[in-house]
């Protein structure tokens, strides 16, 4: 079935830094992918998405590229801020496309 | 604008009890998910309902049960607690299933088993 390998955190860094967060995931076929992100005390909530392959998510500064060559969709931003402190999830759905699969979460903690 | 309600948002049960958490999904979704977060790990999967029936099924022990009732909340049925069941129970409610590929999320209900 459809999997995701998601960068281990904690990923610690300075205000105004650059960040990558790597995922790669096997899939059938090309499916949608997402990532989501936890804010301390808070619920999931959807971060941003491409529905097909070659197409670029953003939202937030945040970006990811759906690549299906390299089957990746890391998240990158160019300038964290302290507010992006919280954990990011990268999501593909299952074989079935009924539900989302979760990566293990990379915690991002940014200092001013 | 309205988010999932989830409760209680905390509970703490005796190994071998019962617990029963509930969903209440965003108005006009149709679609309610169940995932199970332990400590440091990744949510799990465990249950999905369409329009009140189930949809699909992860990796839900036996011992849980769970169903969606006319007005679209959902229930979520735990019995024999063991400490491993220990971990933050999130449900996701969506319109039309993955569709809009968007699970809107409750703020969890964090189990403690003693």
């Known amino acids: 079935g459809n999997s995701v390998t998601q960068m281990e955190g904690p990923v610690t860094l300075s205000e105004e830094a650059f960040l990558t967060i790597n995922c790669t995931y096997t899939a059938t076929g090309y499916p949608s992918l997402f990532w989501y992100v936890q804010y301390p005390g808070e619920g999931l909530q959807l971060l941003l998405k491409a529905t097909k392959a070659d197409d670029k998510g953003s939202n937030k500064g945040f970006e990811a590229t759906y690549r299906k060559e390299t089957t990746s969709f890391h998240l990158e931003k160019g300038s964290v801020q302290v507010s992006d402190s919280a954990v990011y999830f990268c999501a593909p759905p299952n074989q079935a496309g009924t539900a989302l699969i979760f990566g293990k979460g990379t915690t991002l903690s940014v200092s001013s | 604008a309205a988010g999932v309600i989830q409760s209680p948002r905390h509970l703490i049960k005796e190994k071998r009890e019962t617990a029963t958490l509930k969903c209440y999904p965003i108005p006009r979704h149709d679609t309610v998910y169940w995932y199970q977060q332990g400590p440091g790990q990744d949510p799990q999967f465990l249950i999905s309902f369409y329009e009140k029936m189930q949809s699909d099924k992860g990796s839900i022990p036996d011992r849980f049960s769970a169903q969606q009732f006319s007005d679209y909340h959902s229930e979520l049925n735990m019995s024999s607690l063991e400490l491993g069941d220990s971990a933050l129970y999130f449900c996701?409610?969506?319109?039309?299933?993955?569709?809009?590929?968007?699970?809107?999320f409750g703020e969890g209900s964090r189990l403690t088993v003693l």
């Open positions: 996701a409610s969506s319109r039309r299933g993955l569709d809009t590929g968007e699970l809107f």
